[in-house]
């Protein structure tokens, strides 16, 4: 199994833990996940972070739950694994962009069974350094359909429908706050 972290820096030689810097609420006995972690991802769901970090984006894909209804609604390309939604005033950035995966040994992280999220107590070196430029390509060539709004405020009621939506620095998205 691979993880990886993705970070716009070309020289990390060791992830440290730190904390995350806008504390989430956190169900009882896991107030420790805003504590310091070192961050991952599984392959699968890699392509939410091929991104600039601080890209606004909403990203949707159907479940095993997903009901035939919001199938019909938000899903009808059949090949895609994801739908993946940015700001206009983002996507010059985003073809612009570089961005460096790093692969992490899984061995000290644990699952947090949340969207293919890992974390890691200890500090963690990475086993390989990849460049990601052209990231609009990297996005298709996995399958994921990089879309774009005005704003995202409109996909505000996505995380009412079955399936899996995940918002990634929606602090940085006008009028989302």
Aim: glycine share 4%; proline share 10%.
């Amino acid at each position: 199994m691979a993880l990886y972290h993705f970070s716009e820096d070309p020289g990390i030689e060791v992830f440290e833990p730190r904390p995350v810097r806008v504390p989430s609420r956190r169900p009882p006995g896991r107030e420790w996940l805003n504590g310091p972690l070192v961050w991952a991802i599984d392959d699968w769901r890699q392509p939410m972070y091929l991104f600039p970090r601080e890209c606004p984006r909403i990203l949707w894909w159907p479940l095993p739950t997903t009901t035939p209804a919001d199938r019909a609604r938000y899903w009808s390309a059949a090949d895609l694994r994801m739908i993946a939604y940015v700001e206009e005033a983002w996507i010059e950035r985003i073809r612009t962009a570089e961005v460096y995966r790093y692969e992490l040994s899984p061995e000290s992280f644990v699952d947090l069974d949340d969207a293919g999220m890992w974390v890691s107590r200890t500090a963690v070196e990475p086993v390989r350094r990849e460049r990601l430029t052209d990231l609009p390509s990297a996005l298709a060539d996995r399958q994921v359909s990089l879309r774009t709004l005005a704003d995202l405020t409109p996909l505000r009621d996505m995380w009412s429908t079955s399936l899996h939506v995940s918002g990634i620095r929606l602090r940085n998205a006008k009028g989302w706050l």
